[in-house]
């Protein structure tokens, strides 16, 4: 049985999240064993990753974790905590793109997912403030209103509970809303540790700061290569976001970065609901009571990873929340990332192109907490070779609806200009030297792009540009103080270590003469 001792926990960025506070890290005795042949290696030790392992550790199986960083480094770590019956993907579009037989199977997917927190939460007597509260969605224009419809109409077909309400919790003017009753909430990290613990109270393992690089397999074995040995395995998931190095993901997942403050009020007008409007990209506002005192948890501004300025996004979002809610501070702001899949659904199971027995999980749109949990059942029935219901609508070997083509499109034409003029077009005119303190910027050195930071005591941390994925360039970020690359999301801290994949490298660091 694992002992505690209280950490902040890092996560993928400098922003803090309220989660890593008070959330202690477990300590396990369980020892890896160098030699043995696991059932299961999981690679990531987030939402999925855990909730995978305790399944399988549950069910008999010997599962080894490998993780990165820590547990809940990831977005895990950086979610907004909402668990919903309803979807970004609206039931309609699923029905629209994989018929009245894929939403009715969706809508079932989202709410296992929901249960399965639930019934984790009661198992393992999992202290995490969890709550029931209703959910709002809310239209403000002509059209928001139409889609509002479809959404509601969407909903009953696949039986999931809704109706029209007049009384929304929010001082925004709106002219038509829908309610769905029993949404929740929780603490996402208090809930991780809490299946962590039992993960390991079952003897399973979590290998911390083991970052994969890459996996060899040989008459059906799995070795898994990592900078502190191999662990060998019959099955290996990828439970990290996206699979990495290159694989077809990195052609239908869009990498997004997504927006949250956690404000307090001069006036007790918290809502005691889950509330989102419509808008594009969307805001949404839901309370939380941490260590006794009430947080508006807020957020939304979501942008492609790379595609925009992270300062103005939480500039703007500040901006809107204040139009409406009597802000006395500004207690957090983090950001974090998601997935968007190209045709709406996730793609759970069989890696695709991969040697059989290795399988992933990404392309959970906003909706990670249903969906990480729901992976986590699916994946757990496939590595024991047990059907799933669920296996054919989220199979990554699925072929894609034709309405979906658009789409896919404009995600890898995004992706074909940053490969082509990120690599040949010179644009950079600023010199090292006006590089001001706590800032970074790609700069052009002596004919060389050089990713360059600033850091407050004047030293430059100067990097190669080029992702180490697929050779795109990469952005700066100078809110979580990171390099983001635009194509495909991976995400490098100030001295070029991998903070996100799909990169396994770290960015090459370039001496320079200012140090
Ligand atoms: Fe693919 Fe950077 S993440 S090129």
Redesign the pocket.
């Known amino acids: 049985m694992g002992k505690t001792t209280n950490t902040v926990l890092a996560r993928d960025g400098a922003l803090q999240a309220p989660w890593q506070y008070g959330a202690a890290t477990i300590i396990s005795k369980a020892l890896f064993d160098t030699t043995a042949i696991y059932d299961a290696l999981i690679v990531g030790g987030g939402i999925t990753g855990i909730t995978t392992a305790l399944f399988l550790q549950k069910a008999g199986k010997k599962v080894v974790i490998a993780e990165a960083h820590k547990p809940g480094f990831g977005t895990t770590g950086g979610t907004s905590a909402h668990i919903n019956t309803f979807a970004d993907t609206t039931y309609a579009e699923v029905a629209s793109a994989f018929g009245e037989e894929g939403a009715q199977l969706f809508a079932d997917a989202i709410n296992e997912g929901f249960t399965t927190i639930k019934s984790n939460i009661d198992t393992y007597q999992i202290d995490c403030d969890y709550e029931i509260n209703p959910g709002y969605l809310y239209a403000e224009t002509g059209d928001e209103a139409k889609q509002l419809d479809e959404i509601y109409n969407g909903a009953l077909k696949v039986g999931v509970p809704v109706n029209y309400t007049e009384e929304v919790p929010t001082p925004v003017e709106y002219l038509k809303a829908l309610v769905f009753d029993r949404q929740a909430q929780f603490h996402p990290l208090k809930y991780l540790r809490g299946l962590q613990k039992a993960y390991r109270e079952a003897g399973g393992i979590v290998l911390e700061n083991t970052l994969v690089t890459g996996i060899e397999t040989d008459n059906g074995v799995h070795t898994a290569h990592s900078p502190t040995g191999v662990i060998r395995a019959k099955t290996v998931i990828y439970a990290t976001h996206m699979p990495p190095n290159i694989n077809l993901f990195?052609f239908e997942c869009a990498p997004y970065r997504s927006y949250v403050l956690g404000l307090k009020l001069k006036t007790d007008t918290y809502p005691d609901a889950l509330v989102y409007d419509m808008q594009e990209p969307y805001h949404y506002f839901r309370t939380q009571v941490l260590n006794g005192e009430k947080l508006l948890i807020a957020g939304g501004n979501d942008h492609k990873t790379g595609h925009a300025d992270p300062e103005k996004a939480f500039a703007d979002l500040e901006k809107y929340i204040r139009k409406y809610y009597n802000v006395s501070s500004v207690k957090y702001r983090w950001s974090s990332q998601y997935y968007v899949p190209v045709d709406g659904l996730p793609y759970i199971g069989q890696m695709p192109l991969a040697a059989d027995g290795i399988y992933c999980a990404t392309g959970y749109n906003g909706n990670g907490m249903m969906l990480g949990s729901i992976a986590g059942k699916i994946l757990s029935d496939l590595v024991r070779r047990r059907p799933n219901r669920y296996q054919d609508l989220f199979s990554p070997s699925r072929i894609k609806p034709v309405d979906s083509f658009s789409e896919f499109v404009k995600e890898n034409v995004d992706v074909a200009y940053h490969f082509i003029a990120d690599r040949f077009h010179i644009h950079e005119t600023d010199s090292l030297k006006r590089l001001q303190r706590g800032t970074g910027k790609v700069l052009e050195v002596d004919g060389e792009k050089i990713a360059a930071y600033r850091d407050e005591k004047g030293a430059v941390h100067a990097l190669s540009p080029v992702?180490t994925?697929?050779?795109?360039i990469v952005n700066w970020n100078g809110e979580e103080k990171s390099w983001d690359?635009p194509?495909?999301?991976?995400r490098y801290d100030i001295d070029g270590n991998v903070l996100t994949g799909?990169?396994t490298k770290n960015l090459p660091k370039i001496s320079s003469d200012e140090n």
């Open positions: 990195n992702c994925h697929a050779a795109c690359c194509c495909h999301g991976a799909p990169a």
